[in-house]
């Protein structure tokens, strides 16, 4: 939590001309935050120079002996939040689920059904409709990328679009719109559980067979090409829905560099069938059978058992946890206390989006083992500065990025500003200032969100939130499900 006094890179004397990278010297733009936290301490003042691309070519705390036309900025810049695990549709029922008749059960396989329903009923326009205002509202919360795993495919009837990749293409003119970077990982869905056919309403999801998925695969690769800004991965959905012997096939045939997202023992029945279907528990069977390394990304990971739990923190996987999601669905807690004393990496995703505040997820994912542990130290040292740094690391890695810093030369500007004049933030020590931000803050306290440079929400207020919010009504209100 300390500043730090020492500049980074050194700055040049007046006399130094600038890199002529292109051509007589790009001018840079100049930003000056009050402070800018990175891995290990805050530099403050912070003054950071990006080129037209954004990308950060200067940053220090001694001010440039160019900096004209500086933009002075009264605020705590964070690294742009990582959002790892996104089912964007899902948006669309978000506080549809939550009416429980007296006298029945309801779970996570009952929410499911209401699920089915929004899937089946969206059409291309109404999905692109609520992704773009789902993604404008996570910049606006401070995420500047989403993983979108994504297994919406085909048409209602479950027959294919002419484009494979119809609705991937949507995501990503979805993210453009909105200004977030993302990663398309197309989802490969085959069964409806372990061994059995897949349900009829499942049927927008399903590629029959390995070489159907590579083609959807191939024709994701192309839609990614509209925005400089999208990357892919790949995933299988979990062991329930696609057989055995193709998820071994799938994961040995996609390329080496490429993250790998896949959803695993999310649900306690889930293990219980995945027990009677093959004898091993869910993740187990994946520590057994895959390949598992720093480029997989195990979503949930909820009911792990202790040989589990060793064996993920040592492969070096991240686990992705939902709090908001996990929560809302009864899900259960993830053994997070022990995984990180084991050395074990996560980072967070929100899911169905019930919830899209990163330091909503931090608190919960603390508290929640607080409450079963009756201690408070979850997390040894500055817990807030440690999650921040985990969530970015880990979430950067799985959109295929690799980082040794939150703010780094070279790398772009992806920032969320906090408001310092904030009566509790004006009066913290260096410290204290990241626990503050992190236990103490909604999403009223921010200046903004900037994405290469470039700020796509000022003041709570998205760039083209009128056209994104009147387009999202227009869709919901033709759905008639809410």
Known sequence: ???????SPRPRSSVT?????RGEGERLNFFK?????????????????????????????IPPSDGFGMDTINGYALPGFQNAHSHAFQYGMAGLAENHPMGTHDDFWSWREAMYQCALSVDPDQVEAIATMLYAEMVRHGYTHVAEFHYLHHDKDGNHYDNLAELGERMVAAAQRAGIKITLVPVFYQKGTFGKEPQPRQRRFISPSVDEYFKLFEASGKVIKNYDEASIA???????????????????????????????AEQKKEVMDCINYCGKRPMQW???????????????????????????AKSGARVVLCPSTEGNLGDGIFRMKEFVKLGGRWSIGTDSHIGLNPLEEFRMI???QRLITNERNTFEGDAAHYMINEEIASGRKAMGIDSQNNFELGKPLDAFVLNAKSPLFATTSPENLAATIVYSTDSTHSLGTLINGKWVVKNNHHTSYNEISKNFTEALLQMKNR
């Open 234 to 264: 790949f995933s299988i959905h979990s062991l329930r829905a696609v057989d055995f012997n193709d998820i071994v096939r799938t994961v040995e045939s996609m390329p080496t560099d490429l993250p790998f997202h896949i959803h695993v």
């Open 33 to 61: 935050f009050k402070a800018l936290l990175q891995r290990d301490h805050w530099i403050s003042p912070a003054y950071v120079g990006t080129d037209h691309a954004g990308m950060i070519k200067y940053l220090s705390n």
């Open 1 to 7: 939590g300390k500043m730090e006094e020492n500049p």
């Open 17 to 21: 001309p600038l890199p002529r990278e």
């Open 366 to 368: 603390d508290y929640r």
């Open 286 to 312: 994946v520590l057994d059978n895959l390949p598992v390394n720093e480029r997989f990304h195990l979503v949930h990971s909820t009911h792990l058992n202790d040989d589990e739990l060793t064996r993920l």
